[in-house]
């Protein structure tokens, strides 16, 4: 029923804000469509705010939701997409403020194609074909540049004019297919197959201008982007403009961001390279001057020693020291053989010594018997028995007249 008020008898603020909370709550949740106007992810907390405005009417109303509801969409959330909530309306009392506390999001319309698009990139990701591993390099100067773009196209204009400006011997082979539409995708990738199987291809450019996600849809088929994965070509993507991203562009050797781009990447600039071979040029013969006048000085020093200049001085200088080191051998040799004189003569002094025959000079003999044997004792020779006495410079024959044995006293006063 309606509440009872009158200007002697109002209802307080807090009345009026209480009973439209009531009523907001009994309203339960529901389904509301609306476009992200404004999203904020605040560090460190649970909650994500967004304001969700009406695609018609200038108005919105804004949105609480868990970060979890939010990081598991398939694509990420951004401003501008168009989403549909399941949320339980509440009105905050304190604030006077409407929000919506939103359980579910889905993506609808763009938002949900996008979403579709970002599952297939996903998937084509986890297999591999993305991987920075298998882009393959351009090459410097390409034999034939093929082409696929729709017939008489800006895309097509921009890519031979801009290559032949950079380079104007390039040549072309190019095969046009239907950029747009149901039939793209297979005209494309039957291009890409001639293109392929033509020996003279050493680069393939798939080339189209602008337009809309739908417009530039084909170009993420998965049979396309099959099939330049399977291509042993390199490939060069200029589909639309910068900030439009389909798969192809994932899968290419070389994503340009234009079709204008693509011509810069495929050729070199035949003026810059005029200009880098000249510098090179001009660099070489630099380092040429310089190296040779570094060697010209060395020459010059070489040239200005007194060796250079008269050879003979050197050989002097070396005969000099061969005739020093030669009187030097001869000295040292003959010290070494007066050490050596010196030392014979001390050895055969002292053989001399020790030699029997020298002690026969001091005045000693030698008695011998009949046999030759050497007579030490009187016991040994007898009366009558022929001797001879080795003295040092012969021999004296004797006969034995008789013995006469010393006593022993007698031999230690003898000793």
């Not at 000295?331 to 030699?355: F, T, V």
Request: charge should be neutral; include cysteine.
């Amino acid at each position: 029923m309606p509440l009872e008020t009158s200007p002697s008898a109002p209802a307080p603020v807090r009345q009026i804000a209480n009973l439209m909370s009531g009523y907001i709550d009994r309203l339960g949740a529901v389904w509301v469509e609306g476009q992200v106007a404004q999203l904020s992810k605040r560090p460190g907390m649970n909650r994500v705010f967004l304001t969700l405005r009406d695609s018609v009417a200038d108005l919105s109303v804004t949105v609480t939701c868990s970060r979890v509801t939010v990081d598991s969409l398939p694509t990420p959330l951004v401003e501008g997409a168009s989403i549909v909530v399941y949320a339980k309306p509440s009105y905050y009392a304190p604030r006077g403020t409407l929000s919506l506390e939103a359980r579910e999001i889905r993506m609808v319309g763009l938002g949900e194609l996008l979403a579709r698009l970002e599952q297939r990139r996903q998937l084509l990701a986890a297999e591999g074909l993305f991987d920075a591993a298998r882009k393959r390099p351009l090459p410097f100067l390409p034999r034939t540049v093929g082409l696929v773009t729709a017939p008489g196209s800006a895309a097509e204009r921009d890519v031979l004019e801009n290559a032949r400006r950079r380079w104007p011997a390039v040549s072309f082979e190019v095969a046009h297919a239907t950029m747009q539409g149901t039939r793209c995708a297979g005209e494309v990738i039957e291009a890409l197959r001639r293109l392929e199987n033509d020996p003279e291809v050493d680069v393939i450019v798939v080339a189209r201008g602008g337009g809309s996600v739908e417009d530039l849809l084909p170009f993420s088929d998965e049979g396309m982007v099959r099939t330049v994965h399977a291509l042993r070509t390199p490939v060069v993507s200029a589909i639309g403009h910068e900030p439009d991203t389909p798969l192809l562009d994932y899968v290419a050797d070389v994503r340009a961001s234009t079709p204008t781009d693509a011509a810069k990447r495929v050729v070199p600039d035949v003026a810059e390279e005029l200009s880098g071979v000249a510098w090179s040029r001009e660099r070489l013969r630099t380092l040429l001057a310089a190296r040779l006048e570094r060697e010209q000085h060395t020459l010059d020093a070489l040239r200005s020693r007194p060796a250079m200049a008269d050879p003979r001085s050197l050989l002097d200088e070396r005969a000099g020291e061969l005739l020093a080191l030669r009187d030097r051998a001869r000295r040292s040799l003959g010290h070494r053989l007066d050490r050596a004189a010196d030392e014979i003569d001390h050895h055969r002094a002292r053989a001399r010594a020790l030699s029997p025959l020298e002690t026969l000079r001091r005045g000693y003999a030698v008695l011998q018997d009949d046999g030759g044997h050497v007579v030490s004792s009187v016991d040994a020779v007898a009366a009558g028995s022929r001797v001879s006495v080795r003295v040092a410079d012969g021999r004296v024959h004797a006969d034995v007249t008789g013995t006469e044995k010393t006593s022993t006293t007698q031999k230690d006063a003898d000793g």
